[in-house]
């Protein structure tokens, strides 16, 4: 348990439907991100946060998307109009803003298994 | 695009060194290197990191060629709770996400 909550752990969502997530970071940490990885494949950025604001958004992070951290604690990830190939686990983590090096310590969350039918 | 190449795969004795090799030829001066690993089904877990020295902490070491071009991390006593994916990542300087490639499947033999 690295300290990174994530709920619901899973999903499953009818085409056309919206999600959300909920991701609740370890408290001390000013950094959070979001990563989407699919089957056999690494982890891949979506977005981050600094406290409160959503500082970088990849290109995988289409306009159906939207990610919040309403007061620097926990974050919530939206999906809209769920497609087949938004099925994905989603994952969380956090790190301290504490130089360089310890923004790539970033601590992950369990995911939650999204599946699109 | 990933700036490490990795073994797709790799098998380790129980109870021997895991020696998990990542070539970074093109890194640059600023630029760290990370490891994670990944046991099934669960969010990627970090290990370690360094910018020039070896590293060693509870989980492993990390060894840096001189020339920085390539690194190994080395599980001393590979158990089977080690079977995973073993992620190499050299994150560029201000960036603040990580990328993750496809890594090295690493599988603890008993």
């Known amino acids: 348990d690295t300290g990174v909550s994530q709920d619901p752990r899973h999903k499953i969502t009818k085409r056309g439907q919206n999600v959300t997530f909920r991701c609740d970071p370890i408290s001390e940490h000013n950094r959070l991100y979001w990563y989407r990885q699919t089957l056999g494949q690494g982890p891949e950025f979506l977005t981050y946060?600094?406290?409160?604001?959503?500082?970088?958004k990849s290109r995988l992070l289409s306009d159906r998307f939207s990610a919040e951290r309403p007061k620097g604690s926990f974050s919530t990830l939206e999906i809209q109009r769920t497609e087949q190939g938004d099925s994905a686990m989603y994952l969380c983590?956090?790190?301290?803003?504490?130089?360089?090096?310890?923004?790539?310590?970033?601590?992950f969350g369990p995911g939650t298994r999204l599946t699109v039918t | 695009d990933a700036k490490t190449t990795q073994p797709t795969s790799m098998d380790c004795a129980e109870g021997r060194a895991a020696n998990l090799p990542c070539n970074h030829s093109?890194?640059?001066?600023?630029?760290?290197v990370y490891w994670y690993r990944q046991i099934h089904s669960q969010g990627p877990q970090y290990i370690i990191h360094?910018?020039?020295n070896n590293e060693t902490n509870e989980m492993a070491s990390l060894i840096i060629t001189e020339d920085r071009k390539s690194s190994t991390l080395i599980l001393p006593h590979a158990t089977l709770r080690d079977t995973a994916v073993y992620y190499c990542i050299v994150r560029e300087a201000g960036a603040n996400n990580l990328f993750f490639g496809t890594g090295t499947r690493l599988t603890v033999i008993p």
């Open positions: 946060f600094q406290n409160e604001a959503q500082l970088e």
């Open positions: 360094g910018l020039k």
């Open positions: 983590a956090s790190s301290r803003l504490a130089g360089l090096a310890g923004v790539g310590e970033q601590y």
């Open positions: 093109t890194i640059s001066g600023n630029e760290y």
